[in-house]
């Protein structure tokens, strides 16, 4: 019956064809769904504490002066007030089991399976005074992937008073080892010969297998 109808009706041959691409569809996304819960079967959620350590020291008398900056006698301060200060960004993840309320000292070491400080954030600005460094007054970093996981940044300049800069934080969009974000499988990109024969260039695992 479904054959003749469909032999005698237009309109109901579009429906049939409309009901199989929205069950490939589904299955399609059911397929996804088990693929990224099969990498992350759970979500763990973590807290990630921030410290800010600022140290400064007085500049020994005879110091070789910073070109970037201005001499004692230039910027109208007395020598003995000339100061080098060092500003510390570091952080890390708190263990599963330690009270997130609990002030303290750094927390010590994680689990070596943990990200650091350099792998949950790609970039960093820190916004000087630019009325007390007039050349210097953006510090940026950016993570490059040949360098070495740290625990925190750090910035060393001369100042002869206090301030107040801006720091701001980019996380990265995913970590290594990787964390569940959402039900996004990961895509590929398919060989040519592939990507011809099912029409798509770039595919998960799953959504590749069904087209097949």
């Known amino acids: 019956a479904e054959r003749l109808l469909e032999d005698a009706s237009p309109?109901?041959?579009?429906l049939l064809a409309l009901d199989r691409s929205a069950a490939l569809a589904a299955q399609r996304?059911?397929?996804?769904?088990?693929?990224?819960?099969?990498r992350n079967p759970h979500v763990v959620h973590r807290i990630f504490r921030l410290y800010l350590v600022n140290t400064?020291?007085?500049i020994p008398p005879g110091a070789a002066p910073d070109a970037s900056q201005p001499s004692p006698a230039d910027s109208g301060e007395p020598e003995e007030t000339h100061r080098e200060w060092t500003l510390r960004i570091q952080g890390r993840l708190l263990p599963p089991d330690m009270d997130p309320s609990s002030a303290g000292a750094v927390v010590e070491d994680g689990p070596s399976s943990d990200p650091r400080f350099t792998q949950l954030f790609q970039k960093c600005f820190m916004e000087l005074d630019a009325s007390k460094y007039p050349n210097e007054s953006l510090v940026e970093w950016n993570r490059h992937p040949a360098d070495p996981h740290a625990d925190g940044l750090s910035i060393t300049r001369r100042g002869p008073s206090d301030f107040s800069?801006?720091?701001v934080l980019f996380p990265t969009v995913s970590t290594t080892p990787p964390a569940a974000s959402g039900f996004a499988a990961a895509k590929y990109r398919l060989s040519s010969?592939?990507?011809k024969l099912i029409g798509v260039k770039t595919e998960s695992r799953a959504g590749t297998l069904l087209a097949l």
């Open 29 to 38: 996304k059911q397929l996804d769904l088990a693929d990224s819960l099969r």
């Open 165 to 167: 800069l801006r720091i």
């Open 11 to 14: 309109a109901f041959s579009r």
């Open 56 to 58: 400064s020291t007085p």
């Open 193 to 195: 010969a592939l990507a």
